[in-house]
């Protein structure tokens, strides 16, 4: 990682310090993604399944292969040693690209 990289990063998205602060020369940058299933994927694989006698792995080879789930959201946090061994919700980690998240269930509330 370039200098100018890691200044953009070097603030702990958990408590707010600095990622040296702690004394330790390490930190963690986390990537989170949420998905969202894909419902008539989902039920047209479960459809297949059923025509297919119940055979899941069966239906799964037969089948067209499509995705089962679509990216949702994704944010790159940086967490510093110290916090990293702390509880904390996932969801709120994410909290900040709100934005990013209101949008693409707009165009998704949106689609034909």
């Not at 100018?4 to 310090?17: D, H």
């Amino acid at each position: 990682m370039k200098e100018e990289e890691l200044r953009g990063i070097a603030t702990c998205k958990l408590c707010g310090e600095k990622i040296g602060k702690a004394g330790v020369p390490m930190f963690w940058r986390v990537k989170l993604e949420r998905y969202m299933l894909n419902i008539d994927a989902l039920k047209r694989q479960q459809g297949l399944g059923m025509m297919l006698g119940g055979h899941g792995a069966l239906a799964m080879v037969m089948g067209v292969n499509e995705d089962m789930a679509e990216a949702f959201s994704s944010v790159e946090i940086t967490v510093c040693e110290t916090c990293c061994t702390e509880s904390t919700c996932i969801a709120a980690l994410a909290e900040d690209d709100e934005t990013e998240f209101t949008s693409k269930v707009k165009s998704l509330s949106e689609a034909p």
